[in-house]
């Protein structure tokens, strides 16, 4: 099956390229830029890499400095 999709524009010359698709904006939603809800993810990720640092420091006995310098 073919359709004809070439068009000949106001010049005479043959636009034989797909027809463009219609434009439209995608909504996001409430999930995207800095909303509540990326703040709240963001401070819930810094509380769980804080936690995981100091046990770190107790289990080693290093801080993160240390236990880098050693590897």
Same mark, same amino acid.
């Given at each position: 099956?073919?359709?004809? +999709? #070439? *068009? *000949?524009?106001?010049?005479?010359?043959? =636009? =034989?390229?797909?027809?463009?698709?219609?434009?439209? *904006?995608?909504?996001?939603?409430?999930?995207?830029?800095? +909303?509540?809800? #990326?703040?709240?993810?963001?401070?819930?990720?810094?509380?769980?890499?804080? %936690?995981?640092?100091?046990?770190?420091? %107790?289990?080693?006995?290093?801080? *993160? %400095?240390? %236990?880098?310098?050693?590897?």
């Amino acid at each position: 099956m073919r359709t004809n +999709t #070439a *068009i *000949i524009d106001d010049q005479g010359k043959l =636009n =034989n390229f797909a027809i463009e698709p219609k434009v439209y *904006i995608d909504e996001q939603g409430d999930r995207t830029g800095f +909303t509540p809800y #990326a703040e709240m993810l963001n401070g819930r990720l810094a509380m769980i890499g804080f %936690v995981s640092l100091i046990a770190l420091e %107790v289990f080693t006995g290093h801080g *993160i %400095v240390g %236990v880098l310098a050693s590897l």
